[in-house]
């Protein structure tokens, strides 16, 4: 799954990116709702197991290399403990707090993304129209945070979330920078999934009891999360990142928390008030600027 890299995102990498962000947004949601039948970091390494199942079978059916040189496979442990950081953090964040509280601060990350690769990723230094979209962005993301009840707050779960944000941040930049650049984007991915799935599971235990008040519906909520998520959506994340500028795929982060405040909304019975109105304009106009040629 190649393609030629480009200077700038075009109307289909947008639209991917949007369906790409509307699938997170949903997550977020489904994953509040399987915390209830399952601990978080149990679920999340139960996701990567799965997902390692369905992405190793896609990769052994079309043929496609797994090398597995001294540096690929220490890059590849390295990117299974990030992302071992990164959803273990989200998880916990996620049973601690709301999910609109978690999401805003997670999808943060466009902006330590922009400015990882400002100084790390030749061809993709801010300018000043980009900051400007940067700065629109994240005040979007900040204004639906207004009129919050603060009993909702958790300061564990705010700090976890913004861990979890660098986390993300970082594997982007593994991509680009180290071996796993030169492997095609299903072997990345299954990379991430099987490194973390075995740190997951043996962590889980150190957070309580695995198994909550399980129903039929958390088998649902965890196929959504391994076969949608975890394996999808990730595996085209990666390929999009093989494509366009790393900070024009981050940049779209902004509009999942949009999409998991309102599904929380509709679902889980969140608070939803004007100011998320106003942050979906000023995220779209910070995108616009981002993106500008």
């Not at 601060?105 to 466009?110: A, E, G, H, N, Q």
Request: charge should be positive; aromatic fraction near 10%.
């Amino acid at each position: 799954m190649r393609a030629m890299r480009r200077s700038h995102l075009d109307a289909t990498g947008a639209a991917l990116l949007i369906v790409f962000t509307l699938i997170l947004g949903v997550n977020q949601v489904v994953m509040k709702l399987t915390a209830t039948g399952l601990s978080p970091l149990f679920q999340a390494g139960l996701r990567s197991v799965g997902a390692a199942i369905c992405v190793g079978a896609w990769v052994r059916w079309r043929g496609i290399a797994f090398p597995l040189d001294r540096g690929i496979v220490i890059s590849g442990i390295v990117l299974g403990a990030i992302f071992t950081l990164e959803f273990g953090a989200l998880y916990l964040a996620i049973d601690m707090s709301t999910v609109s509280r978690v999401s805003i601060i997670f999808y943060s990350m466009p902006v330590h993304m922009s400015i990882a690769a400002h100084f790390l990723l030749p061809g993709e230094r801010l300018n000043r129209t980009r900051m400007l979209g940067l700065v629109l962005a994240m005040a979007g993301v900040v204004v639906v945070m207004i009129d919050r009840n603060a009993a909702q707050a958790s300061l564990a779960g705010d700090l976890l979330a913004l861990v979890a944000a660098l986390g993300w941040a970082s594997i982007p930049l593994m991509l680009r920078l180290t071996p796993l650049s030169r492997i095609p984007a299903e072997s990345a991915q299954l990379w991430q999934v099987m490194a973390s799935a075995p740190m997951l599971l043996l962590l889980a235990p150190l957070f309580g009891p695995l198994v909550r008040d399980f129903g039929p519906e958390h088998v649902a909520y965890m196929a959504y999360q391994i076969v949608v998520v975890a394996s999808f959506a990730f595996l085209m994340w990666f390929v999009l990142l093989r494509i366009y500028p790393a900070s024009s795929v981050a940049s779209f982060g902004f509009l999942t928390p949009i999409f998991s405040v309102l599904m929380a909304w509709v679902v889980l019975g969140e608070t939803l008030h004007w100011n998320v109105l106003v942050s979906l304009v000023l995220v779209a106009a910070g995108l616009v600027l981002i993106n500008r040629r």
